[in-house]
């Protein structure tokens, strides 16, 4: 149950993170207008909230081991919402920092 609640909150502060700084995108460089970036800090400022509900207790850990949910996401992101085509090493980055997220936050330990 840990993993899964982790997981989840993983995918919630990204697309709050990652969506939040999209909005921001669209409304200052696309000249979308100020309610789009008003709504990205709106959720950038819901981001901040998400990681004080991970289980794990450490501020440094959390963080870290969501940088690599972060970097998979935003390529995600940028395929589903720009059509963007990453290339093999774009995959293989973000499988490296998936990779290196999980024994940040899942490897087992004596405490």
Same mark, same amino acid.
């Given at each position: 149950?840990?993993?899964?609640?982790?997981?989840?909150?993983? @995918? !919630? +502060? /990204?697309?709050?993170? $990652?969506?939040? =700084?999209?909005?921001?995108?669209? %409304? *200052?460089?696309?000249?979308?207008?100020?309610?789009?970036?008003?709504?990205?800090?709106?959720?950038?400022?819901?981001?901040?909230?998400?990681?004080?509900?991970?289980?794990?207790?450490?501020?440094?850990? @959390? !963080? +870290? /081991?969501?940088?690599? $949910?972060?970097? =998979?996401?935003?390529?995600?992101? %940028? *395929?589903?919402?720009?059509?963007?085509?990453?290339?093999?090493?774009?995959?293989?980055?973000?499988?490296?920092?998936?990779?290196?997220?999980?024994?940040?936050?899942?490897?087992?330990?004596?405490?």
């Amino acid at each position: 149950m840990f993993v899964l609640r982790s997981a989840a909150l993983f @995918v !919630l +502060a /990204a697309l709050l993170e $990652i969506g939040g =700084a999209w909005l921001v995108w669209q %409304g *200052v460089r696309e000249h979308k207008g100020w309610l789009w970036a008003v709504g990205g800090v709106l959720a950038l400022g819901a981001y901040g909230f998400v990681a004080t509900f991970q289980p794990d207790a450490h501020f440094g850990r @959390v !963080l +870290a /081991a969501y940088g690599g $949910i972060f970097v =998979a996401g935003s390529i995600l992101w %940028g *395929v589903v919402a720009d059509g963007y085509r990453p290339d093999r090493w774009d995959i293989t980055g973000a499988l490296v920092c998936l990779a290196g997220m999980a024994v940040i936050m899942y490897a087992p330990r004596g405490n």
